[in-house]
């Protein structure tokens, strides 16, 4: 199964895919004995929805004919599901002009972003977009042990806000 993690997304080489093995446990501590379960877990990331319930349905199907082949109990449970994040074209284009209007340096990325983040959910129910407020290259990253938020941040992500505001209602100061 763990060798078949890495050759499904392969299939799907049009799209962002990746399968990140994070958690593997098999038997017990006991040597000489032949380990009676095994767990595994892993989380699948695709920048489209349809081709992760394909990775799915796929993985599924495969864990399925190989607990049959070698007589073996199966038991998959999808958790923590995460809508692919897509920005709406005019929200983004709102963003950008604000960030341009204040002289902000803006970077575009042209792949998808491999966390996960809630605002997914949302925009598929209303129009938005996602950007991130960097606080440099030389700044430790957000989940490190000696990152500390610089507070600057605080005024440039206000003003960029107002500054949707203001185009959002025609306001020119």
Known sequence: LM?????????YQD????????HVKIG??????SPGKAQVMATLRSDDEMVLAQIQEELTKYAQVQAELHHLDLHIEWIEPFAATINNRQTTDAVRLAAN?????VKEIDHPLRWSEDVGEF????????FC????EAHPQLHNPDYDFPDELIE???????QL?????????
């Open 123 to 130: 925009l598929h129910q209303w129009p938005g977009t996602l």
């Open 3 to 11: 060798d078949y993690l890495d050759k499904i997304t392969q299939s």
């Open 15 to 22: 799209n962002f895919n990746l399968i990140t093995l994070v």
């Open 101 to 105: 209007t204040l002289h902000y340096s």
């Open 28 to 33: 017990n501590e006991g040597y000489g004995t």
């Open 165 to 173: 505001i203001r185009q959002r209602h025609g306001l020119l100061y």
């Open 133 to 136: 407020i960097g606080s440099g």
């Open 156 to 162: 440039i992500s206000s003003q960029l806000f107002l």
